[in-house]
Each structure stands twice: as structure tokens, then as C-alpha cells.
């Protein structure tokens, strides 16, 4: 069943939304460029997004590397155990941000854009996807660790899982130069996934041993 007219003429405005952002940041974004190449009239902005601004957001929304909130509770609560949480988390992080190829990066260059100069959206993005994502991992973490969530080393081990993710987002043109050779295709992403688990959860596993042998 194809889209309504009016879906996708939003879907082509975030696309190309996206595109300019991530190429000239939000600042030096136009709206003229941008339905220039969604082939959209400006008014379209104003209907869909009410502003420059709203269409940031949405866009920012669309460039968090992670599946959206909802799913990851129903990911947690659904899943056998949470190594097996951990490691569907991990792989929908990755897919998210290079699923559809290295060609569909623009999320990760708008995540560079936006940490690099934060706007106000950021705070509503963090508020509504990264924060219930990162309280989500930190759910997981802290069932394998045997620790409460909000404990500093819960907090530690989450942000060092994070880090392996975002790297091959936010490190690509290094990587590009390190291991030229290095395509992100699907069958890749699943390889990076499972070794980024395997890794953190050897990791993880170990720590849990020493915490319970200091309390016995």
C-alpha cells in the first residue's frame, strides 16, 4: 500500500532535510534548498513541521543512532535474557545508523553538526530518544552486573559499550584511511555487532565475578 501524497512529500522534506543539514549544519540550512530538493513547495514546511526549527528536530530524531524508545522497552522486556537484549541493541544501533548504506550517512554527519554545535533541540531529542535509550542499556548492564542502575560502574561499562557503536560513526573518515578496504555492508554490520557484544560481554561477565566476590 503507497503512502498518502501528503506522507510522502514529509518523508521526501526530512530526506532532503537531512541531506542539507548534514552537509551545512543547521544554521546555514535554507528551506529554499531543501524543497528544492525534496521537490516540495515551502508552504509544505510550514503544514508538516511548522518551521525550520520542527524540521530540525524531526530530522534530529531520524539521526539518533537507536532504535526508537518504545522499541527498545519492548526489546528488553521481550528478550531471554539481557545478554541477548544487549546484543539485538547493539545490532539495531549499528543498522540504524548504516543500514541503508554508507550513501544514507547523513544522521551520523547531523550528530557531528549538532554535538559539535548544540542547539536547542538537542535537550528535546535527549529528553524523548538518547536519555530513555541510555536508561534502557543501563537496565540491561545492570542485570548482568548484578548492580543498580544508576551506579556509577552500571554508568561506565553503558558508555563504554556506546563508545564501540558511535565509533565507526564518528570516526569514519579516520577509519576510511586506517582500513580503507572496509565496506559497511549488512553482512559487515552483523560481524561488527556480534564482535562489540562478544567483546562487552566477556568484559561485563568478568566484572560481575569480581563484584560478586567482593561481597561474599
Same mark, same amino acid.
Given at each position: 500500500?503507497?503512502?498518502?501524497?501528503? *506522507?510522502?512529500?514529509?518523508?521526501?522534506?526530512?530526506?532532503?532535510? %537531512?541531506?542539507?543539514?548534514?552537509?551545512?549544519?543547521?544554521?546555514?540550512? #535554507?528551506?529554499? *534548498?531543501?524543497?528544492?530538493?525534496?521537490?516540495?513547495?515551502?508552504?509544505?514546511?510550514?503544514?508538516?513541521?511548522?518551521?525550520?526549527? %520542527?524540521?530540525?528536530?524531526?530530522? $534530529?530524531?531520524?539521526?539518533?543512532?537507536?532504535?526508537?524508545?518504545?522499541?527498545?522497552?519492548?526489546?528488553?522486556?521481550?528478550?531471554?535474557?539481557?545478554?541477548?537484549?544487549?546484543?539485538?541493541?547493539?545490532?539495531?544501533? $549499528?543498522?540504524?545508523?548504516?543500514?541503508? %548504506?554508507?550513501?544514507?550517512?547523513?544522521?551520523?554527519?547531523?550528530?557531528?553538526?549538532?554535538?559539535?554545535?548544540?542547539?536547542?533541540? $538537542?535537550?528535546?531529542?535527549?529528553?524523548?530518544?538518547?536519555?530513555?535509550?541510555?536508561?534502557?542499556?543501563?537496565?540491561?548492564?545492570?542485570?548482568?552486573?548484578?548492580?543498580?542502575?544508576?551506579?556509577?560502574?552500571?554508568?561506565?561499562?553503558?558508555?563504554?559499550?556506546?563508545?564501540?557503536?558511535?565509533?565507526?560513526?564518528?570516526?569514519?573518515?579516520?577509519?576510511?584511511?586506517?582500513?580503507?578496504?572496509?565496506? $559497511? #555492508?549488512?553482512?559487515?554490520? *552483523?560481524?561488527?555487532?556480534?564482535?562489540?557484544? *562478544?567483546?562487552?560481554?566477556?568484559?561485563?561477565?568478568?566484572?560481575?565475578?569480581?563484584?560478586? %566476590?567482593?561481597?561474599?
Amino acid at each position: 500500500m503507497q503512502p498518502a501524497p501528503e *506522507d510522502q512529500t514529509r518523508e521526501r522534506l526530512i530526506e532532503a532535510a %537531512g541531506e542539507v543539514f548534514a552537509e551545512h549544519g543547521f544554521q546555514a540550512a #535554507t528551506i529554499r *534548498d531543501i524543497c528544492t530538493r525534496a521537490n516540495a513547495n515551502v508552504a509544505a514546511i510550514n503544514y508538516h513541521f511548522r518551521d525550520k526549527t %520542527g524540521l530540525y528536530l524531526e530530522v $534530529l530524531r531520524h539521526s539518533i543512532c537507536a532504535a526508537p524508545p518504545v522499541g527498545i522497552r519492548t526489546l528488553v522486556e521481550q528478550s531471554r535474557s539481557p545478554e541477548e537484549a544487549l546484543r539485538l541493541m547493539i545490532h539495531h544501533m $549499528l543498522h540504524r545508523m548504516y543500514g541503508k %548504506g554508507e550513501r544514507s550517512a547523513w544522521p551520523v554527519r547531523i550528530m557531528a553538526h549538532e554535538l559539535a554545535q548544540p542547539t536547542a533541540a $538537542l535537550d528535546q531529542v535527549v529528553q524523548e530518544v538518547i536519555g530513555p535509550n541510555y536508561a534502557a542499556m543501563r537496565q540491561i548492564i545492570s542485570r548482568i552486573l548484578g548492580m543498580p542502575p544508576d551506579h556509577e560502574t552500571t554508568r561506565l561499562c553503558a558508555h563504554s559499550v556506546l563508545a564501540q557503536v558511535v565509533h565507526y560513526a564518528h570516526a569514519r573518515p579516520v577509519i576510511a584511511r586506517l582500513w580503507p578496504e572496509l565496506e $559497511l #555492508t549488512s553482512e559487515r554490520l *552483523d560481524r561488527i555487532a556480534a564482535h562489540i557484544a *562478544d567483546f562487552s560481554l566477556c568484559s561485563l561477565h568478568e566484572m560481575a565475578k569480581r563484584t560478586k %566476590g567482593t561481597t561474599e
